[in-house]
C-alpha cells in the first residue's frame, strides 16, 4: 500500500505552460516537504509546510498543503526548460522530521 | 552544494565481491541515513544513525551492513548482492531535533550495478 500517492507520475509540457502536481495521502502528516531531484543528484529541499491549508510561494513555484494535512500540490506558473526533473513529496509523522516518507515522484519535463 | 558527498558515484560489481560505499557530511549534523531508490519506486529508507548509534534498520537484508564510526561518516558494506540490488543509494544528513521538523540534506548518490 503506497502511503503517498503522487500524480501524475509523468508529465511532459511545453515552456510557458502552467501545470499542477498533486500528493494525496489517507493518513494526517505533521509535515510534507516536496524536493527536486536531477538526474545524477540527490533530492534537493524546495519547501517544507507544515500547518494545515498553508501556501508557500518560491517563485513561480506554490505549494500548498491540505487543511487536514493529508494532502499537498505544487503548482508552477510559466514552466521553464530548467524546472525538468523529478519532484518528490515526503510526509514526516514526527515534528523532529528525521522520518519521512516519500511518493514515487513525478518526471515533469519542460520542452523548449 | 549540499554538503554530503558520496563516493564512488558509480560501482559496479559482481555477485561475490566485497565493496563500500561512503558518505561524509560537513554540516556538523547528528543524524545519517542510507535510502534506496529504485526506478519506479518510491525511495527506501534503510537505516538511520543519531549520534552514532543505529535507530532503525527497516528490515534490510544482512548483506548490507551499515557502520557508522562517528557524526560526520557512514559507510555502507556490500557482500553478496543480488542483481536486484541495482540501485541509485542515497545518504543524507539532518541535524534531528525533537518537536521540530529538521530539514534532510542529500548525496549525490551512488549508482550501483550488480552484474
Known amino acids: 500500500t503506497q502511503l503517498l500517492e503522487q500524480s501524475p507520475q509523468f508529465l511532459s509540457i511545453q515552456e510557458g505552460e502552467n501545470l499542477t502536481v498533486y500528493c494525496n495521502s489517507s493518513?494526517?502528516?505533521?509535515?510534507l516537504q516536496w524536493y527536486r531531484q536531477e538526474p545524477g543528484e540527490g533530492p534537493v529541499l524546495l519547501v517544507t509546510?507544515?500547518?494545515?491549508?498553508e501556501v508557500k510561494k518560491l517563485k513561480r513555484l506554490t505549494f500548498q498543503f491540505g487543511d487536514a494535512r493529508k494532502d499537498s500540490s505544487l503548482h508552477i506558473t510559466a514552466a521553464q526548460p530548467g524546472d525538468t526533473g523529478l519532484y518528490l513529496c515526503?510526509?514526516?509523522?514526527?515534528?523532529?522530521?528525521?522520518?519521512?516518507?516519500f511518493g514515487e515522484g513525478t518526471q515533469l519535463t519542460v520542452n523548449p | 552544494e549540499t554538503g554530503v558527498t558520496q563516493t564512488p558515484r558509480h560501482l559496479v560489481m559482481g555477485m561475490t565481491n566485497k565493496k563500500s560505499l561512503k558518505c561524509e557530511q560537513h554540516l556538523g549534523h547528528n543524524a545519517m541515513y542510507w535510502y534506496k531508490q529504485s526506478a519506479k519506486k518510491p525511495l527506501e529508507l534503510m537505516f538511520v544513525y543519531n549520534f552514532k548509534e543505529q535507530t532503525e534498520n527497516n528490515s534490510v537484508p544482512s548483506r548490507f551492513s551499515p557502520e557508522c564510526p562517528n557524526s560526520s561518516h557512514l559507510f555502507l558494506h556490500l557482500h553478496t548482492l543480488q542483481p536486484e540490488d541495482s540501485a541509485l543509494y542515497l545518504c543524507?544528513?539532518?541535524?534531528?531535533?525533537?518537536?521540530?521538523?529538521?530539514?534532510?540534506?542529500f548525496g549525490p548518490g551512488t549508482r550501483l550495478t550488480v552484474l
Open positions: 515526503a510526509g514526516s509523522k514526527e515534528t523532529s522530521g528525521s522520518r519521512l516518507t
Open positions: 509546510v507544515v500547518t494545515g491549508g
Open positions: 493518513s494526517v502528516f505533521s509535515s
Open positions: 543524507a544528513s539532518s541535524q534531528d531535533n525533537p518537536g521540530s521538523t529538521d530539514t534532510q540534506y
